[in-house]
């Protein structure tokens, strides 16, 4: 089990530098820098100095080192904007981020796997087809037309929430339910076909042939099995999350990662785009690894091996 | 004295429903007029149509017969666990001690589903949750239906697997079904269905999937556990052998009917449907120098479209005009000894 656990923390050392190397390449080497700030008309001697300034002009194989230690250390440069070191911006908006994602997560995940479960008991009745509906509506929805649509309904004519800002539950709420609804869609449909595929096998009819009630076969033997699948899914899920952070941060004027990104982008500041994309990838790889501990717990054929 | 205490707990704790059925007389399990269907996409399977049979007290019931004739569907209309849908029990009843079990509240079948009616099914490494260790899932029945602590629940758990003879109980108990060997995972499925002292064990092919040397075991420790507890044991099966070893009565099931029911020694030394015969000669035998096995031939018809009078008519060496049209009603051949055929008279002479 703790092998199991050191090998689960390597591999996502590994997949954390790899990530790093990905931005260090697509930073220095396929693109050019300081174009991006200085235009692309500004004049070659400046162009040279302002290489020199940055360290461009050295060796890709020093570039590269440097880079590396810098993010081990936790330093990912200045900002070009803010000239400003990228982490502690960065640093500074991940608990708004991070707010927002845990209510979007305790909002999602138990109603979806609520959802797929009542969907999975009675395949086909009427209740299944509108779960089926409302999923695919989740799926397929563009997330900052919702999150318009919620504002326009619910905060403009209803007046239930704020259209926009950072705070409590009347800020967090529209945000959320925005960013919620795709995890919805997919992790119930996902529930769904991974209760009934469990139904389906031997042991669930032994259970019954036990005497437990239709409740306990479904709740404690059909889930646990099928929280397998459904926890692989609820991990990319959790990268939707922070990616669609993007827009409905945007859109809500939420200041988290999202919104820092988003402004980053416009204002082509390479070094804070980096700087967030690393933050944001290390957390996905890390919710991915405790999903994958919380595996071991659930299927104990994997514990074993 | 924890242990007097549980056994003490084990006797004041009869649920209602056992109260209400002991004392009821009758048979211990009557199965009449069992019809169940299939409704698929693909038309309406006739899996079970108008099985009869009765078990009593410490008798051993072979159900007989080929895949698909209906006998594991027919066992789980009696426990009310056919998949519905698809499945519907149409017609029938089925009287547990007198009292009649379908059309009963759900809850009031669960407390009699595991307590007084156990089942063992053919894979037993497949029918235990691959999520709980194995002393779990005994437990969960005694503490379901016991209602007892987790900890009294372990220890019975315990006791229950060294009494089906798992070695090591106390250390096996916090194992996996994927640990254990196919034969040890049936010890594991038997101990679950014994924890609770049932009346009946159905049995649903309890040995097929298992080498014979442990086949052999298995089946020694059900006799054996029957001896000791009493109770009737339905053992469906389709291998001869073990009928002749533990049967006391015989079954023989062709497309979801009845073909014959008789003693062991009725069906072995006289049987009286054609199917039957057909049944035991195609067991080879070292007595009798013989070039190819007897089979019956044809295969099983298709239960969307059964025949019509006798399925078994197209299969049947003695059919002729009465048979494709008039479908057989079991006829007294002897003492408790029926048979479906409408020329029963010449297979016993012809046998």
Not at chain 1, 175 to 186: E, H
Not at chain 2, 54 to 73: F, R
Not at chain 2, 251 to 280: C, K, N, W
């Amino acid at each position: 089990m703790t092998i199991f656990i050191i090998r689960r923390i390597l591999q996502a050392a590994v997949v954390t530098l790899i990530t790093l190397s990905v931005v260090f390449v697509v930073g220095r080497v396929v693109g050019d820098p300081v174009r991006i700030v200085i235009g692309i008309e500004a004049e070659e001697t400046r162009v040279q100095e302002v290489r020199d300034q940055l360290g461009l002009n050295d060796p890709l194989t020093v570039q590269y080192w440097r880079f590396m230690t810098g993010a081990l250390r936790g330093e990912m440069g200045t900002s070009f904007w803010t000239r400003t070191p990228t982490m502690p911006m960065v640093l500074e908006r991940l608990p708004a981020t991070i707010y927002l994602g845990v209510v979007t997560a305790l909002l999602a995940f138990p109603l979806a796997i609520l959802l797929g479960a009542t969907a999975a008991l009675k395949p086909h009745s009427w209740a299944d087809r509108l779960i089926n509906v409302t999923a695919l509506g989740g799926v397929s929805i563009v997330e900052f037309w919702l999150a318009l649509m919620l504002i326009l309904v619910v905060a403009v004519q209803l007046g239930w929430f704020k259209t926009s800002g950072y705070g409590g539950v009347e800020y967090v709420v529209l945000p959320a339910l925005t960013l919620a609804y795709k995890p919805i869609g997919r992790i119930s449909q996902m529930a769904r076909s991974a209760i009934i595929d469990e139904l389906r096998k031997p042991y669930i009819k032994a259970a019954r042939a036990k005497g437990l009630s239709e409740k306990q076969v479904v709740f404690t033997h059909a889930l646990k099995n099928a929280a397998i699948p459904i926890i692989t899914t609820t991990g990319d899920e959790v990268a939707t999350i922070l990616n669609g952070a993007m827009v409905v941060e945007t859109v809500f004027g939420w200041p988290g990662v999202g919104l820092l990104t988003i402004n980053a982008l416009s204002r082509r500041d390479l070094p804070l785009v980096e700087a967030t994309v690393f933050v944001v990838t290390g957390m996905i790889i890390m919710t991915n690894m405790l999903l994958d501990v919380a595996y071991t717990y659930l299927n104990p054929r994997i514990r074993f091996q | 004295m924890q242990r007097e205490e549980i056994v003490a707990m084990d006797e004041s704790n009869n649920t209602p429903s056992d109260q209400q059925i002991t004392g009821n007389g009758g048979h211990l399990l009557e199965v009449s007029d069992l019809h169940v269907e299939f409704r698929t996409s693909g038309g309406v399977v006739k899996a079970v149509n108008g099985v009869n049979y009765i078990l009593d007290e410490g008798e051993t019931l072979a159900i007989l017969g080929e895949s698909g004739s209906g006998k594991s569907v027919g066992v789980e209309a009696v426990m009310g666990i056919v998949e519905s849908p698809p499945g519907f029990v149409t017609a029938g009843s089925v009287k547990f001690r007198g009292t009649e079990l379908r059309g009963m509240e759900e809850d009031q079948l669960c407390k009699i589903r595991g307590h007084n009616i156990a089942m063992i099914f053919q894979e037993a490494q497949a029918t235990l949750d691959p999520g709980f260790t194995v002393g779990h899932q005994i437990s969960e029945m005694l503490r379901l239906h016991r209602g007892l602590s987790k900890e009294e629940a372990t220890k019975k758990s315990v006791e229950l697997m060294d009494r089906v003879q798992i070695p090591f109980a106390v250390e096996r108990a916090n194992d996996y079904p994927h640990q254990f060997s196919g034969g040890m995972c049936q010890r594991v499925m038997i101990a679950m269905a014994l924890a609770l002292d049932p009346d009946v064990l159905i049995a649903d092919e309890p040995t097929t999937a298992l080498d014979v040397t442990i086949q052999a075991q298995v089946m020694q420790l059900l006799s054996e556990l029957q001896t000791e507890t009493g109770m009737g044991i339905i053992l469906i099966t389709h291998d001869m052998s073990v009928i002749a070893d533990v049967a006391d009565r015989v079954v023989v099931m062709y497309a979801g009917r009845v073909v014959e029911t008789g003693s062991i020694h009725q069906i072995f030394d006289q049987p009286a449907h054609p199917y039957t015969v057909g049944l035991m000669n195609c067991v080879p035998r070292l007595d009798r120098k013989e070039d190819n096995l007897n089979i019956i031939p044809g295969s099983p018809p298709n239960p969307i479209n059964l025949p019509a009078g006798c399925a078994f008519h197209p299969r049947c060496s003695l059919a002729r005009e009465r048979c494709l049209s008039e479908t057989p009603v079991s006829a007294e051949v002897g003492p408790y000894h029926q048979s479906a055929c409408h020329f029963f008279e010449e297979v016993l002479v012809g046998h």
